[in-house]
C-alpha cells in the first residue's frame, strides 16, 4: 500500500510531524529551498529582463541528488503533501517543490500550520488547499529585484570601492548607521543648568517661573535664580492618582529581537536560531513537540483557543483579580498579519518544567516568550503617583513619587520590566519646608545615541523597510563586509561603509533611501494581496535602475588604493592595500605591469609546552582548515588536541587539561 508524502523544510520538524501523522505517512525534508536563479543570462542575473523577467531556476549547489530522491519519493505515493513554512517563503518553497517534482494539480497539496503540536498538524491536514501563487509571486518579484541590485550594485562597488557587496535593504540600513554616525560628529553640545533642592526626606527640582516653563542656559543664569530664592519652600499644589499600568503585546519578530538584544544579550542571527529549533520541536521526555508558535510573524493577536486556555490557567495560578483582557495591537499598513504572534504552544508547559529538557539559552528564550505572552492577558498593574509643587519667590519646584498599589502582570514580568517604588513622605497641602541645600548642575545637551542592534531593527522596522525575518541576515552581511564595527553593542562606520554610502548616494540617491524601499515593500505586499501587477512593479524598477547603473559605471571614480608607505622591491613603485578572496594583501601599485605581491608573515600562537617534548603547543590548522592544537615539532612529535590545553595538569592523573566548550576536563581522563 502506498503512503502520502508529505515534504517539509528541516529534518527536526520532519521527525516530529510523523509522529503525528502515523503510519500512513512518510514525512522527509528538503532541508528549506533546493532552486534558486541561475547566474547566465545578461549581467549573469538568472533572470531574462527583455521577456517579462522570466526567470532561470536551476538546483542549489548539492541539492541535485535531494531532488532525484524526492522524485522517486513521490512517484512511489499516494499523494504529496507540501507543509513548508507559513509565509511567502514557504509558500515559494512550495511552489519550487511542485514545479521541479512535477507535481499535478490532483496529487499535491498544501498545507500549512503555524506550531508544530499533534492538533496543530493533524488540523492542517483536514483542511489542505492549493499554492497561493499570489503570494509566490509577491516573493520572486522580491528574489529578482534583490537578484538585479545585488548583482549589478556588488559588481559597481568591486570595481570602484573598497567594498565587496550591496543590496536593496543592506545599503539603507547602512545609510542610516552611516547618516547617525555624521549627525553625532556634527553635532554641537549646548550648556545647560538644573537646580536642585534637596530636602531632608525628597529633592525637588526647578521646573517653572512665574508658570512658564525655564530654562537655564549659564552659570550666570543660574547664580541669579540662586540668589533670588529664600529660605522657605512652601506646598501650592498636592496630586495624588492611581495609574493603570497596561502589559505589552506578545511578541512579534522584531519586538522579539530587540527584546532578547536587551534582555538576553542575544544578537537577532542567535535569537532567530534558537527560536527556530523550539518551533521546530523539542524532546521533552513523554513527546517532541514544537514549544512555541511560528517565529517570523508580524502580527501580535493571539488565537482564541491559547487564550481559552490561559485566562482560566492566570486564575487557577495567580487569582481572579489577576485575570486581564485580549488588548488589540495598532494597525500597522506594512505588516503581513497571516497569522499569529510567537506563544507557547501551551501554557501549561512552563519554563520551569522545561527546564531540564533544554540547553541554557534555549531556556532563557523561551522564558521570555512564554513570560510575555502570560503577562499580555493578565490584569493591568495599578501604580499610585504623588506629585508635589513647592512655590518659592514664584519659582515652582516639583518632586514625584510613585508606589505600586497592584502588581498585575508585573507578578510574572517584573524581571524584564523594572518597577521600582519612589516614595515621598505625607505631606500636608499648607506645609513648608526649609532645604538642606540648593544645587546647581553643569549639563551639556548630547547627540541622538548610536544604533545598538535592537534599535536598529525598532528603526527598520518603523520605517517599513524591509522584513523583520530578514533583519538578523542584514545586520550579519554589514558586520561580516567591514562596513560596520560594534563596539559596547553600538554600530559604528568604517571608511568603507562611508565609501560604499556616499558614492551610492552620489549615483542612486533615489533608489537607495528610505522612502523607495519602503514603498516597493508595499508594492510587494499589493503584489501579495493580488492588487499589483508583478511584471510592471520589475519592469518599472529596472527602466530606472538600470541607466543610473551604466551611468556609474562610466562616470563613478575608482577609489584609489591605501599605500603602506613602503615600495616595491621589484619596480620602486609604492606598495599599496588591496582586498581579495581570501582578505587583504599588499601588491604593488603598478600592476599589471608589475605583479610583485608581499608575502604575509606566519603568526604561530603558542599555547603551552610540550608535555612529551621541549616544543611549543601551537594553533595549527587541518587541510579543510579546521583548527586544532598540535606540537611545533611535528612530525619529530604527534602530541595534538581538538580543544585548546591549558597549564594546568589533571590532579587524578597528570594528564593535559583542555577547555572543552567553557569546561576545563583532563584529555587522558575525561574528569
Same mark, same amino acid.
Given at each position: ?31 528549506? %529551498?533546493?532552486? *534558486? ?12 529582463? *527583455?521577456? =517579462? ?52 494539480? *490532483? ?6 500550520? %503555524? ?25 520572486? #518579484? ?13 559588481? &559597481? ?45 525628597? @529633592? ?37 492618582? @492611581?495609574?493603570? +499600568? ?9 519586538? &522579539? ?20 529549533? &523550539? ?56 505588516? /503581513? ?10 501554557? +501549561?508547559?512552563?519554563?520551569?518544567? !522545561? ?5 541554557? =539559552? ?8 512564554? #513570560? ?17 509643587? $513647592?512655590?518659592?519667590?514664584?519659582? &515652582? ?12 502582570? $508585573? ?34 545637551? +548630547? ?8 534599535? $536598529? ?46 558614492? !551610492? ?20 505586499? $499589493?503584489?501579495? =494581496? *493580488? ?43 609604492? !606598495? ?21 605581491? /608581499? ?73
Amino acid at each position: 500500500m502506498k503512503k502520502n508524502l508529505v515534504i517539509v523544510e528541516s529534518p527536526a520538524k520532519s521527525k516530529t510531524i510523523e509522529k503525528y501523522l502515523g503510519s500512513d505517512y512518510k514525512v522527509v525534508a528538503s532541508m528549506g %529551498h533546493i532552486r *534558486d536563479l541561475a547566474t547566465s543570462g545578461k549581467f549573469g542575473l538568472g533572470v531574462d529582463v *527583455d521577456n =517579462d523577467f522570466k526567470p532561470t531556476y536551476i538546483p542549489i549547489k548539492g541539492k541535485s541528488k535531494k531532488i532525484t530522491e524526492l522524485k522517486k519519493l513521490s512517484k512511489e505515493s499516494d499523494k504529496v503533501i507540501l507543509a513548508s513554512d507559513p509565509d511567502r517563503e514557504g509558500e515559494a518553497i512550495a511552489w519550487h517543490l511542485k514545479d521541479a517534482l512535477a507535481l499535478k494539480k *490532483d496529487n499535491y497539496k498544501r498545507v500549512e500550520f %503555524h506550531e508544530i503540536t499533534k492538533d496543530a498538524v493533524t488540523n492542517a491536514f483536514k483542511n489542505p488547499r492549493d499554492i497561493d501563487m499570489d503570494l509566490v509571486k509577491s516573493q520572486e #518579484t522580491r528574489r529578482i529585484l534583490d537578484r538585479i541590485i545585488g548583482f549589478r550594485l556588488s559588481k &559597481l562597488m568591486q570595481s570602484k570601492t573598497g567594498g565587496k557587496s550591496a543590496g536593496r535593504v543592506q545599503s539603507v540600513a547602512l545609510k542610516l548607521i552611516v547618516d547617525r554616525e555624521r549627525e553625532i560628529a556634527s553635532f554641537v553640545p549646548e550648556e545647560y543648568y538644573t537646580i536642585t533642592a534637596k530636602f531632608k526626606e525628597f @529633592d525637588a527640582d526647578l521646573e517653572k517661573y512665574k508658570n512658564k516653563k525655564i530654562e537655564i542656559k549659564s552659570d550666570e543664569e543660574a547664580e541669579n535664580i540662586l540668589n533670588n530664592l529664600s529660605d522657605t519652600y512652601k506646598v501650592s499644589d498636592i496630586e495624588k492618582k @492611581d495609574k493603570k +499600568k497596561a502589559s505589552r503585546l506578545p511578541f512579534k519578530t522584531s519586538t &522579539l529581537q530587540q527584546m532578547a538584544a536587551n534582555k538576553l544579550n542575544f544578537p537577532s542571527s542567535k535569537t532567530m536560531r534558537i527560536a527556530q529549533k &523550539l518551533y521546530e520541536g523539542i524532546d521533552i521526555g513523554s513527546e517532541t513537540v514544537g514549544l512555541i508558535t511560528y517565529m517570523r510573524t508580524d502580527a501580535e493577536r493571539l488565537a482564541p483557543p491559547f487564550i481559552n486556555e490561559t485566562l482560566p490557567y492566570i486564575e487557577e495560578e495567580y487569582g481572579k483579580n489577576y485575570v486581564g483582557y485580549v488588548k488589540k495591537a495598532k494597525k500597522n499598513d506594512n505588516a /503581513q498579519d497571516a497569522h499569529e504572534a510567537i506563544r507557547p504552544t501551551s501554557i +501549561k508547559r512552563t519554563p520551569e518544567k !522545561l527546564k531540564k529538557y533544554l540547553t541554557n =539559552d534555549e531556556y532563557k528564550l523561551y522564558k521570555l516568550i512564554y #513570560t510575555r505572552a502570560l503577562a499580555s492577558l493578565m490584569s493591568d498593574a495599578l501604580v499610585t503617583t504623588t506629585s508635589v509643587s $513647592l512655590l518659592n519667590n514664584d519659582y &515652582l519646584f516639583k518632586t514625584t513619587g510613585s508606589v505600586l498599589k497592584f502588581d498585575g502582570y $508585573l507578578k510574572v514580568y517584573s524581571e524584564y520590566e523594572a518597577n521600582e517604588d519612589v516614595i515621598i513622605p505625607d505631606i500636608a497641602e499648607d506645609a513648608s519646608f526649609i532645604a538642606e541645600e540648593v544645587v546647581k548642575e553643569q549639563h551639556f545637551t +548630547k547627540p541622538a545615541a548610536r544604533y545598538t542592534e535592537s534599535s $536598529l531593527i525598532k528603526e527598520l522596522e518603523s520605517l517599513g523597510i524591509g522584513r523583520p525575518s530578514t533583519y538578523a541576515t542584514i545586520i550579519e552581511t554589514i558586520k561580516a563586509r567591514d562596513y560596520v564595527t560594534v563596539e559596547d553593542k553600538k554600530f559604528i562606520p568604517t571608511k568603507v561603509g562611508f565609501e560604499i554610502t556616499d558614492k !551610492l548616494q552620489e549615483f542612486f540617491k533615489d533608489i537607495v533611501n528610505v522612502k523607495y524601499t519602503s514603498e516597493m515593500e508595499s508594492d510587494l505586499d $499589493l503584489i501579495a =494581496d *493580488d492588487k499589483k501587477d508583478n511584471i510592471k512593479v520589475l519592469r518599472d524598477f529596472y527602466d530606472t535602475f538600470e541607466p543610473l547603473v551604466e551611468t556609474a559605471f562610466k562616470n563613478m571614480e575608482k577609489a584609489k588604493a591605501e599605500e603602506t608607505g613602503e615600495m616595491c622591491p621589484n619596480c620602486g613603485s609604492p !606598495l599599496v592595500k588591496r582586498k581579495g578572496r581570501y582578505g587583504e594583501f599588499i601588491a604593488c601599485s603598478n600592476y599589471p605591469e608589475c605583479k610583485y605581491i /608581499q608575502k604575509k608573515e606566519k603568526v604561530i600562537e603558542e599555547i603551552i609546552p610540550c608535555p612529551k617534548c621541549d616544543g611549543k603547543i601551537i594553533v595549527k590548522k587541518t587541510r579543510k582548515g579546521k583548527e586544532f592544537y598540535g606540537c611545533s615539532n611535528y612530525p619529530k612529535c604527534d602530541v595534538a588536541y581538538w580543544y585548546k590545553p591549558v597549564l594546568e595538569r589533571c590532579p587524578n592523573c597528570g594528564g593535559v587539561m583542555v577547555d572543552k566548550k567553557g569546561t576545563i576536563i583532563c584529555e587522558n581522563c575525561d574528569k
